[in-house]
């Protein structure tokens, strides 16, 4: 018995792929939109409990169709209970992006307001913020924890927010980084 | 078959465990594998923690010990190793609240009892559990915290001592990382506590309402959080703040933070 019946993820198919396999109870059905641009009507049917916003891991994702599209499944979304970012930690500031780091403290942001939107009406809305390394797979640099941080750290932090029991969590940014943001002034 | 659980053969220190908060935190440890040590200043409610976890089949040893103190927090390991061995996880939940106390009423030696009660007990709970978890290579220390710790009028010594328990949270997951030990904080908000019902009626009102859906939180949500980071699944997890405050911490106004 999955724990909930529809799914929504916004992002790299890829990873939707590779998540879903690590938590197949997650969801009975996944609807994944690649492109926030081209979100169907189908996923603005209402029927939505879960939402994952992923896109920002595609570095060509548009920032404001992507929050436009998460706006959107959240204000038609009846169903809708947990809405979840999938940021990187580049949201507390990186040494020569700072488009990434503006798309991703954007969504942080749009995170938090959306959770004081919808608290009252039981939908909570979390972000998580992956270390910048995940995508190489390799030991974050200067990372306190010897080791890397993966889609299955993204998995196991999901099914936490994702849980119908988190109910009383929102607005929270969770760094998944080995430790590498605790020296951020910003990462409480 | 019964699927092995995720805390299996660990073992887990509870401190403050015999009510509230860390009642909940002890029993689902409990359910997910770990045999627990569960402290408390008195016995008798330790007792009876212990006792609801073994009767749903856990296991569990009651121990009545003060840990703000350096003997207290001596005899509570020493037990816990006597029953189970090592601890690989340690949940620093012990503490006392205090609200509505101007700061002219607080004199230096009630400051200090807040101190060493809610932020000393932590430190030396951790210190005393870490040689073992960093000779194993492996541990898990949670710290309960509070979001009184970003400043509230009426609570200078008990938010101070919840922004050490950042401080320290943050400190030791930088000094014990490299021996895969994670340490880090949840901050919960107005939680329905037996401690919580002995506040005045306007008082809670105005907390009820402080929090954008207008509800407390119970001792499991603290509990659930606890649980998720205390996992080996957790384990890129350190030095993080979680809230669970229903989202009590999010709003950037002066104005709401002191209604």
Known sequence: ?188 | MTPVQPLQGQVAVVTGAGRGIGAAIATLLAQVGAALVVDDLQHEPAAQTAAQITAEGGRAVAVAADVAADAGVEALMHAARDAFGDPTVLVNNAGVGRMDTPVAEIDGKEFRRILDINLTSQFLCARAVLPAMVAAGYGRIINIGSRAWLGFPGESDYGAAKGGTVSLTRALALEVGRYGVTVNAVAPSAIITPAMENLPAATRERLRTGHPGSRFGEPLDVARAVRFLALPASGAITGQLLYACGGRSLRGSSRAATQ
């Open chain 1, 1 to 188: 018995m999955a724990t909930w019946s529809t799914a929504c993820w916004l992002g790299p198919p890829g990873i939707a792929e590779q998540v879903r396999t690590l938590l197949p109870d997650l969801a009975e059905t996944w609807q994944v939109v690649a492109d926030p641009v081209l979100l169907p009507e189908r996923v603005v049917d209402g029927s939505v409990e879960l939402l994952v916003d992923a896109a920002m891991l595609d570095h060509r994702a548009p920032l404001e169709a992507t929050v436009a599209a998460v706006d959107r499944i959240v204000a038609t979304g009846g169903a809708l209970r947990r809405v979840v970012s999938v940021v990187t930690t580049a949201w507390l500031g990186v040494d020569g992006d700072e488009r990434e780091a503006m798309r991703c403290a954007a969504v942080v942001g749009h995170s938090r307001a959306q959770a004081l939107r919808r608290a009252a009406s039981g939908v909570t809305v979390n972000t998580i913020a992956l270390a910048t390394a995940f995508r190489t797979a390799e030991i974050p640099a200067g990372a306190p924890l010897a080791r890397a941080v993966g889609i299955a750290d993204l998995a196991n932090a999901l099914e936490f927010f994702a849980d119908p029991e988190s109910h009383y969590v929102t607005g929270q940014t969770l760094n998944i980084c080995a430790g590498t943001t605790v020296l951020s002034s910003m990462s409480v």
